[in-house]
């Protein structure tokens, strides 16, 4: 059996996934869970309920069922620690996704935040898209090759 990848998917990527739950980042939410290891802190999962709590969504999905993917995430996700800070993303929100990432040894990123894909691969942790995860193979030796920067 393939050793589980250590991922860290953004806030977006996740709510996305569920409020959408055909759409690309639907599929790399259940890929994630599937096929890998999905790594959170207490921060970002405080963030991921606090963002699914709003009203806005209530048209895609009820507060039960957000609710409800609050407590999946929490069940199927390893929850790290932050013990190192960041502070290299221009964006300061996104700090926290990079904190998860360091501190939970991760070895890929999923979001579509243009502040995070800039950085790719930020600390030889590669960074991608949602359709190119889902895309990918699950192989975790060709992650290198997918952040498009050698080592």
């Known amino acids: ?54 009203k806005k969504f209530d048209c895609y999905l009820s507060v039960e069922d957000r609710e409800e993917f609050v407590r999946v995430v929490l069940r199927v996700a390893e929850m790290v620690p932050i013990v190192t800070a960041v502070h290299e993303c221009r964006d300061k929100t996104d700090n926290r996704i990079l904190e998860v990432a360091v501190n939970g040894d991760a070895e890929l990123i999923v979001s579509d935040d243009h502040d995070l894909l800039m950085l790719n691969p930020f600390r030889r942790i590669p960074v991608l898209k949602p359709g190119d995860y889902v895309q990918e193979p699950h192989d975790a030796d060709d992650t290198t090759q997918l952040s498009g920067k050698p080592d």
């Open 1 to 54: 059996m393939e050793a589980r990848r250590r991922v860290v998917l953004d806030t977006n990527t996740l709510v996305s996934g569920v409020l959408l739950g055909d759409s690309v980042p639907g599929q790399a939410v259940r890929k994630a869970v599937d096929e890998d290891l999905m790594l959170m802190s207490e921060e970002s999962l405080y963030e991921l309920a606090d963002v699914l709590s709003r």
